[in-house]
Structures are given as C-alpha cells and as structure tokens.
C-alpha cells in the first residue's frame, strides 16, 4: 500500500476550555490536567461535507485527477443519516461517476485503520486507488451538560489516497463485544417492529475503565504489528495514536520506556475526534515536516465496540 496524499478538514468555531466552564461545571485547569484538551473545534458543517473537504486537499496532494479513485471508504461513527452512507455522500459531491463502489465503515475510534486494512485488501484485487476517510461531527452526539463527555471531544476529518505497490502493508486489529457499558449509548432500535420515531440518545463512557483498556492495548498493538513486521521501535520515525487523552499516551511510553517526543499528540487542539484523529495527526505530522520520505510510522488506535488496532505505514 502507497500513500499518495494528505488532507484535513477541520470546522471554523473554536470551543475552549473557557467556553465550556460556562455550560457545565469545570475549568481549563481541570480539563487540561485530566485530558491534555484545551479547545476543540466544533462544526456547522454535517460529516459529509468535513470528508468531502478533507477529500479535495488529499486529492490535490496526490497530484492525481479525482476520476482516477474507484474506491471510497469512509470511516465514522456519526454519519449524516443512515442511508446513504457518507462515503456515497462524498462520492457523489466528487461528482464521481458509477464505476466506484463507496461505503462506510464504523469501528469508533478505530475505523481509520480499520478502513485502511480494508482498502488495503481491496487496492490488491478490484481497485487501483482508494480514498480512505476518517470523519466525524461528535458534536450532535454529545450531551453538553454532562462535563465528563463534552470536555473530551471535537469535530473533524482527515483523509489519504492511497494505491496499491508492491510492498505488503500489515495490520493488526481485534474487537471484543462491549457488554460492560463501557462506552453506550448511541440511537435507539425500533424493537417492537412498528414505525416510531427514534429517540436519540448521547455517547456515555466508563472514564476510568476506558483508561486501563486503551493503555492495555495500545501497547499491545503496538507490541503485535511490530512482531508482525519483523520491525523494532528503534525502525520507527513516529508513533501516532489515536488522540484521546495525553496521560493515556504518558502511560504507553512509560510502559514502552519510550521518549514522550516519539508520539505525535495534537489533542490540545482539537480533543478526540475519534475516527478523524489519527488521519487529521497523520496529515499535521507531514506539514510539519516530523515526517520524510521513506519514515515508517505506527498507526495505532482503540474505540467503542470495543476495537483496537495498529498498522506500519512507510511515507
């Protein structure tokens, strides 16, 4: 699997700290010192039009004319409706013609990866090049009085075009049934068969749980895909995890005995995205030139579900 580019998209209105200790109980010292957060972007923007966005600048760093992908994956956990899928949505904002099949994918905070394992399956049969985007508007799911929510996460999307090379790309991924509440509750299911209306709920989590498991398996996944690819952590220019809380990422390089300078962490800036925090870092990573070509990178995320996975991307 080849990168070809790079792109984000990030929404217009900034929600600080500050901004919050006026909805709910807390302050910046509070939140900064439990998460890493300082703001997070908030948007007017639905999910599909952040990922058709992040599209149109990944295209143009690919130097390639858009009708060249015939494989659009998407990954989200808060799509614009149920159907279509968000990856349709952007396909058809592309102005793409039929020749491309396009859907999404929802592994949480992990389905960035997830939908790169995918595509990386499919670049090798099918499909010569692939747009792949993680994208999310955690904002409408997110209640704003509860403080330990709706301090924690932002909006966003990051994406890459990428194709198919004669180097193998491995991945390690693992899910486990979420039959502890550790992370509930989205929109309800119409279990008496009759039509009425949904009623939507807003994204619970079990904190203290949550921080054991990620710190679990991140270095796990981590440990896994390196095993995996024959690699040592000395190989590895960058590790980008998902962006979810900085004493989560504290933890993992203590445990791993790896400078904290080795991760790349944007989450003072815009929170946890979930599946658009590791190409939204992927692509600031690359601005900001911590990466060259020819770096090998560890991408590594955990979500609800629960998921969790890791991957060895070369730049």
Not at 173 to 183: E, F, Q, R
Not at 278 to 306: N, T
Request: with cysteine.
């Amino acid at each position: 699997m080849k990168i070809l580019g790079f792109g984000k998209a990030l929404a217009n209105k900034i929600v600080t700290n500050d901004d919050l200790s006026k909805l709910v109980e807390t302050s910046d010292e509070w939140i900064f010192q439990r998460t890493g957060i300082r703001e997070r972007r908030i948007s007017d923007e639905n999910t599909s039009e952040l990922a058709y966005r992040a599209a149109i600048e990944a295209i143009k760093s690919a130097n390639i004319e858009k009708t060249e992908i015939d494989l659009i994956i998407c990954a989200t956990m808060t799509a614009d409706n149920f159907i279509p899928s968000v990856a349709c949505m952007v396909q058809e904002k592309l102005n793409l013609g039929k020749n491309v099949t396009s859907f999404d994918i929802n592994a949480a905070c992990s389905g960035f990866i997830y939908s790169l394992k995918v595509a990386s399956s499919m670049l090798n049969t099918y499909h010569k090049k692939a747009l792949v985007v993680g994208c999310e508007t955690l904002s409408k799911i997110v209640d704003f009085n509860d403080r330990n929510t709706c301090v924690l996460f932002g909006d966003g999307a990051g994406a890459v075009v990428i194709e198919s090379d004669e180097k193998i790309t491995d991945f390690y991924t693992c899910s486990i049934g979420n039959n502890t509440d550790l992370v509930a509750r989205g929109i309800g299911t119409n279990f008496e068969m009759k039509n009425r209306v949904l009623e939507s709920g807003f994204l619970k989590m079990n904190g203290k749980e949550i921080f054991k498991f990620a710190i679990n398996v991140i270095e796990e996944s981590i440990d896994n895909i390196l095993k995996i690819t024959n690699l040592k952590l000395e190989d590895i220019k960058l590790i980008i995890p998902h962006q979810a809380n900085k004493r989560i990422i504290n933890n993992v390089a203590k445990k791993l005995n790896l400078d904290g300078n080795k991760f790349f962490v944007n989450l003072e800036k815009y929170g946890n995205t979930s599946a658009a925090s590791i190409p939204i870092a992927l692509c600031e990573a690359i601005e900001e030139k911590k990466l060259k070509k020819g770096d090998k990178v560890i991408l590594v995320g955990f979500g609800g579900g629960l998921t969790w996975g890791s991957t060895i991307i070369e730049i």
